[in-house]
């Protein structure tokens, strides 16, 4: 009977289309689909074909640019995200009504925290609404306590550190770049805010972290809303394995050269390479590029890096054919298989948070260089409050150097310090696997979401 109710449980989950946010939305869908419940990822048209997960049901909804997505707008990001409040609201409704007339008509509505619009959507419809945060507990901590007006921007010099309950003291250089120059990225400081807008409303708040890993900062948040916390969001292989061959996310926007990565590190002795990448949006400066590149020659490390194809133009001249005997650069490879292989022994990463829960995850120290947002809080927690890896000093134009680069890296890699950071990084790999497992913090926390659905029904 209880089988039966689950099934019937209908769980609709929409992601804002970015692949930073459809992986941990995605693998929360696989979650829920492996306690029975269905699982349907509503996502624009131009992404539903790059989603491909087993027991997930895709639908496509509009966004108003359905041939090429938010490229379409010239990067306008307050067109997109107006055209998708209209055409997303309508579309979205017309797949929830379609799904009436089925055996398992839409329950819940899990959407991710930019898309506010959707609760409304969802309580139209009589149905639950559930806000899904992609970020941190500290960050969520942040921007709500902005929202609220408990924190005034701009936050000024005689104000820092900045101090805030439940988070470590903030200097300059750890404020979210949107703190620290709101009139520099008013459509998205708009968008951040607009997370908390009518959070009131929603029937269950996530956060993709665990307890163990944001203690502290949960306590704080808790004060604000009721969070529950239930990631990591990382495929079950690298886990808990009990989603059986959950090896990936089942989205890509990139095609990964899998083959090629994973031949190379074959030959690589145990922790000996050093992997780089900065996800999928980040752009550095070609200056910092230089730098990164230089240090890498310097420093004598193999390495394996992942540079957008826009990016390799940044590249020294002739620097591929110099550095052949050391270094692979490709422009996309599986970062999961990487991380998890025994080969990787630090990761050089923009500190995005689905970036720095795979490392956690996998147990793989790091050299921090966040470029914006909120990539600057989690670098700090990274380096000082979880103590996995460095965060190298900027000079006055905010780029890190060839020198202290080269320095950060030969902590990490090398010697007593070396030997701390990676049993920290095993710590948290464990802590980890067991909230995700059954019977740990973020597993209870989503058996409680599944079992209130399945008694309604």
Same mark, same amino acid.
């Given at each position: 009977?209880?089988?039966? %109710?689950?099934?019937?449980?209908?769980?609709?989950?929409?992601?804002?289309?970015?692949?930073?946010?459809?992986?941990?939305?995605?693998?929360?869908?696989?979650?829920?689909?492996?306690?029975?419940?269905?699982?349907?990822?509503? =996502? =624009?048209?131009?992404?539903? *074909?790059?989603?491909?997960?087993?027991?997930?049901?895709?639908?496509?909804?509009?966004?108003?640019?359905?041939?090429?997505?938010?490229?379409?707008?010239?990067?306008?990001?307050?067109?997109?995200?107006?055209?998708?409040?209209?055409?997303?609201?309508? +579309?979205?409704?017309?797949?929830?009504?379609?799904?009436?007339?089925?055996?398992?008509?839409? +329950?819940?509505?899990?959407?991710?925290?930019?898309?506010?619009?959707? $609760?409304?959507? /969802?309580?139209?419809?009589?149905?639950?609404?559930?806000?899904?945060? =992609?970020?941190?507990? /500290?960050?969520?901590?942040?921007?709500?306590?902005?929202?609220?007006?408990?924190?005034?921007?701009?936050?000024?010099?005689?104000?820092?550190?900045?101090? $805030?309950?439940?988070?470590?003291?903030?200097?300059?250089?750890?404020?979210?770049?949107?703190?620290?120059?709101?009139?520099?990225?008013?459509?998205?400081?708009?968008?951040?805010?607009?997370?908390?807008? *009518?959070?009131? *409303?929603?029937?269950?708040?996530?956060?993709?972290?665990?307890?163990? $890993?944001?203690?502290?900062?949960?306590?704080?948040?808790?004060?604000?809303?009721?969070?529950?916390?239930?990631?990591?969001?990382?495929?079950?292989?690298?886990?808990?394995?009990?989603?059986?061959?959950?090896?990936?996310?089942?989205?890509?926007?990139?095609?990964? #050269?899998?083959?090629?990565?994973?031949?190379?590190?074959?030959?690589?002795?145990?922790?000996?390479?050093?992997?780089?990448?900065?996800?999928?949006?980040?752009?550095? =400066?070609?200056?910092?590029?230089?730098?990164?590149?230089?240090?890498?020659?310097?420093?004598?490390?193999?390495? #394996?890096?992942? $540079?957008?194809?826009?990016?390799?133009?940044? #590249?020294?001249?002739?620097?591929?054919?110099?550095?052949?005997?050391?270094?692979?650069?490709?422009?996309?490879?599986?970062?999961?298989?990487?991380?998890?292989?025994?080969?990787?022994?630090?990761?050089?990463?923009?500190?995005?948070?689905?970036?720095?829960?795979?490392?956690?995850?996998?147990?793989?120290?790091?050299?921090?260089?966040?470029?914006? /947002?909120?990539?600057?809080?989690?670098?700090?927690?990274?380096?000082?409050?979880?103590?996995?890896?460095?965060?190298?000093?900027?000079?006055?134009?905010?780029?890190?150097?060839?020198?202290?680069?080269?320095?950060?890296?030969?902590?990490?890699?090398?010697?007593?310090?070396? %030997?701390?950071? %990676?049993?920290?990084?095993?710590?948290?790999?464990?802590?980890?696997?067991?909230?995700?497992?059954?019977?740990?913090?973020?597993?209870?926390?989503?058996?409680?979401?599944?079992?209130?659905?399945?008694? #309604?029904?």
């Amino acid at each position: 009977m209880a089988e039966q %109710r689950q099934n019937n449980v209908h769980v609709l989950v929409l992601p804002y289309p970015a692949q930073g946010h459809i992986n941990p939305l995605l693998q929360f869908a696989k979650r829920l689909a492996s306690k029975g419940v269905k699982a349907t990822v509503a =996502t =624009t048209h131009y992404t539903a *074909n790059s989603i491909n997960a087993p027991n997930i049901t895709i639908e496509a909804i509009s966004d108003g640019f359905d041939q090429a997505g938010f490229a379409q707008t010239n990067n306008n990001m307050q067109l997109f995200l107006a055209s998708f409040r209209t055409n997303g609201s309508r +579309t979205l409704s017309l797949l929830i009504k379609k799904h009436q007339q089925t055996p398992s008509p839409v +329950t819940c509505i899990v959407y991710d925290s930019f898309f506010p619009w959707a $609760l409304d959507v /969802a309580k139209q419809n009589g149905l639950y609404g559930a806000a899904f945060f =992609t970020n941190s507990a /500290a960050v969520c901590n942040i921007f709500c306590r902005i929202h609220h007006g408990f924190l005034q921007l701009p936050v000024k010099t005689e104000d820092l550190p900045l101090r $805030l309950p439940g988070l470590p003291p903030l200097d300059s250089r750890s404020l979210p770049s949107f703190v620290k120059f709101p009139e520099s990225y008013p459509a998205y400081m708009a968008m951040k805010l607009s997370q908390f807008s *009518n959070l009131n *409303n929603a029937d269950w708040i996530f956060v993709n972290t665990f307890q163990a $890993l944001e203690s502290e900062v949960v306590k704080g948040l808790t004060e604000l809303f009721p969070a529950k916390m239930i990631g990591p969001m990382v495929p079950s292989s690298y886990l808990d394995g009990r989603i059986k061959g959950d090896k990936g996310y089942g989205a890509s926007l990139w095609k990964p #050269l899998a083959e090629e990565c994973s031949n190379w590190l074959e030959a690589k002795a145990p922790q000996s390479v050093v992997y780089i990448s900065f996800g999928s949006m980040v752009s550095l =400066t070609a200056e910092q590029v230089e730098e990164v590149a230089w240090g890498l020659k310097e420093s004598g490390v193999s390495f #394996l890096w992942v $540079l957008r194809e826009s990016e390799h133009g940044k #590249l020294p001249l002739g620097y591929r054919e110099l550095v052949k005997d050391k270094g692979l650069i490709v422009t996309w490879c599986n970062q999961l298989e990487l991380l998890a292989h025994q080969a990787t022994g630090c990761f050089v990463t923009h500190c995005g948070w689905n970036s720095t829960l795979e490392s956690l995850s996998l147990g793989v120290p790091v050299v921090c260089l966040p470029q914006w /947002a909120d990539q600057l809080p989690d670098a700090k927690f990274l380096d000082e409050i979880w103590d996995v890896g460095v965060w190298p000093k900027e000079d006055e134009k905010g780029i890190v150097r060839k020198q202290e680069f080269v320095k950060s890296l030969k902590v990490v890699m090398e010697g007593e310090r070396s %030997r701390e950071i %990676r049993r920290n990084a095993h710590k948290w790999k464990k802590l980890a696997r067991e909230a995700v497992a059954e019977g740990g913090s973020s597993d209870n926390h989503i058996n409680q979401f599944v079992n209130h659905l399945m008694n #309604l029904i």
